[in-house]
């Protein structure tokens, strides 16, 4: 199946993604709906979980099978993607799990979304300096400006692939590199652009990013990627049977914690996420991130001219390729944004409606690759 196949053929689009019989579906930088066939590997393992052990169908061949797809997508090795659910709870574990001293620094962009603060707010207890990067514009975060702002002492940036609502795509690998030449560790909140954009953790030391947005897949189903050199240096900060040794399910006298991604994996696993996540990554992979990449880049450069011919201010409109997203974010001065989401909303088109730290709402529009032009279109008409 490739994406002019879906485009061009509107059964097949209706049979593989079913949200689109009924709506039109723009917000997949909030919360997705699951393609058929993500929603029919679930449906098909609780049926096999009802006769039984739960794990005794799948487990652990499920573990290997999706690290493997994970590792795929961001171009790794299966040994450094580990299966820990939401990106708050990943990122909490990198914040909380290495190890600082008295006097570090670490580098974080305030306006970023709130999961990928707070762990990093939290370590001022801990007698680190949290420093807040400044930007001329919402998200619009450059290398320049982070290569600008670290020193001697910082230890850590941590900043997202993409700004969840301005759409200002990181180049995080340029940023990266730079930052690994002066020894600072790199983590990045990959949701927004994991699935949409090739990311991949070459230039990466931690990285975070649950399923339910641009991956296609369930709610706290995502992947924690942290670098192999690194893995000992991260303490897991959560304690269980299956990340700490215990032979024959004996507490020891000693905590030794396991090698590997299942270091970082306490206790059983969310298995009806897996099996939706292992879904959602192979039908990614048989399109094909780039190509999603393309399709998404080209919706963007028709709507982003169709908005502004009517009247209305699009966020970073006219960022280089190397920054743009399949988020396009907008607004109108003086026009209730909120009153045109309800409008929308009546009209079974489902858009976000997000507001910056100044109080500006906008309309956030998120589509994926397989939302037509005249989806877009049909939205545009109602602006």
């Known amino acids: 199946m490739t994406i002019p196949e879906i485009l061009a053929n509107e059964e097949l689009r209706r049979h593989e993604f079913p949200v689109t019989t009924q709506n039109i579906f723009l917000a997949h930088a909030g919360d997705c709906p699951l393609p058929r066939r993500v929603a029919e590997a679930i449906a098909a393992y609780a ?19 999706t690290r ?7 171009h790794c090795q299966a040994e450094e993607v580990s299966l820990v659910g939401p990106t708050s709870l990943a990122l909490s574990l990198i914040a909380g799990g290495l190890e600082f001293r008295r006097g570090d ?3 974080v962009y305030f306006d970023d979304y709130p999961s990928n603060v707070y762990p990093w707010m939290a370590l001022a207890e801990r007698g680190v300096e949290v420093r807040l990067l400044n930007t001329r514009g919402l998200g619009a975060i450059r290398p320049r400006e982070v290569l600008g702002q670290v020193d001697e002492n910082t230890r850590l940036v941590a900043l997202a692939s993409c700004h969840f609502i301005s759409g200002f795509r990181l180049e995080y690998a340029a940023i990266g590199r730079e930052l690994r030449e002066k020894n600072i560790w790199f983590s990045l909140d990959a949701i927004q652009t994991l699935g949409a954009f090739p990311t991949t953790m070459e230039q990466v030391d931690f990285a975070a990013a649950d ?11 995502g992947l ?22 215990c032979p024959n399910y004996a507490a020891q006298e000693q905590i ?6 299942g270091r970082f994996e306490p206790g059983t696993y969310n298995l009806l996420g897996i099996v939706g996540l292992k879904a959602a990554l192979e039908l990614l992979l048989e399109l094909g991130v780039e190509n999603i990449a393309a399709e998404l880049l080209r919706k963007r450069a028709g709507l982003v001219p169709a908005l502004q011919a009517k ?11 190397a920054n743009a997203s399949g988020i396009v974010s907008f607004h109108k001065p003086g026009q209730d944004m909120a009153a045109l989401h309800e409008k929308l909303t009546a009209a079974n088109i489902i858009t976000s409606l997000r507001t910056d730290r100044a109080g500006q709402r906008y309309i956030r529009l998120s589509p994926h690759f397989y939302n037509t032009d005249d989806e877009l279109r049909r939205v545009v008409e109602l602006l």
């Not at 039984?52 to 573990?63: A, M």
């Not at 991260?234 to 040794?245: A, D, F, I, K, M």
């Not at 030794?256 to 991604?261: I, V, Y």
């Open 211 to 221: 399923a339910h947005k641009w991956l296609l897949g369930p709610c706290a189903a």
């Open 47 to 65: 049926r096999l979980a009802a006769t039984g052990d739960q794990e005794r169908h799948i487990y652990p061949q499920i573990l290997s099978d």
């Open 224 to 245: 924690l990627y942290v670098r192999q050199p690194l893995q000992e240096q991260l303490h897991p900060g959560t304690y269980g049977w299956n990340n700490v040794r």
């Open 68 to 74: 493997q797809l994970g590792a795929r997508l961001l």
């Open 311 to 321: 009247g209305y201010v699009v966020l970073n409109a006219d960022v280089p390729v």
């Open 105 to 107: 620094n670490v580098l």
């Open 256 to 261: 030794t914690f396991r090698t590997g991604p």
